[in-house]
């Protein structure tokens, strides 16, 4: 079990894992704190990230880790399928295609990121790497949007903004032809 915390935001709006199993992907997962979180939920996690090197992968070997960089120009997983994938913290808009096609009829997508306002707390500042407002929706607007919110962000014990992040819970819409397998 990882000593970091997961997002709130990954907490609160991450569906239960399925009774039969169920498949997550933590993109750009870092030290992985979302993948053992996930994975003491029940998820059959891959875990992927450009460095690995600082990530306790020993402690369950049960997730699939994977060291790809997911900005060399192809998507290191193929036409692989998850019922869930979570992003944190991490912006590549080439990569928004791969995810719409990653997520299974019926998954979900829990995405939380920097936007544009952060530069005056903090890294990210470079607009590269920062969403514009209401821009999560607009990549997904054919999805069922469950939770979305934008805007500073606080800490419980300070009133003051220290960042300014995006948040979109979104699933997948299940066409006449598709068939939801949990």
Known sequence: MSSLM?????????????ATGGTALDLA?????????LADRGWQVTALDRDLSDTET???????????????????????????????????RPLFECLRDAIKPGGT??????MAGNEAFGRPRNPAFL????ELPAMFPDWKI???????????????????????????????HDEIIM
């Open 6 to 18: 997961p997002s709130g935001w990954i907490t609160r709006h991450c569906p239960a894992c399925p």
């Open 146 to 176: 469950n939770a979305f919110e934008q805007g500073p962000q606080y800490r419980v014990d300070v009133d003051t903004p220290f960042a300014v992040k995006q948040f979109i819970a979104a699933c997948k819409p299940v066409a006449e």
């Open 58 to 92: 020993e402690q369950n070997t049960g997730i699939d880790w994977i060291e790809a960089d997911l900005e060399a120009g192809h998507w290191p997983l193929g036409d692989r399928q998850f019922d869930l994938v979570v992003v944190v913290n991490y912006l590549h």
């Open 131 to 134: 969403l514009s407002p209401d």
């Open 29 to 37: 997962c870092g030290k992985g704190r979302h993948s053992f979180w």
């Open 109 to 114: 997508l829990l995405y939380e990121t920097f």
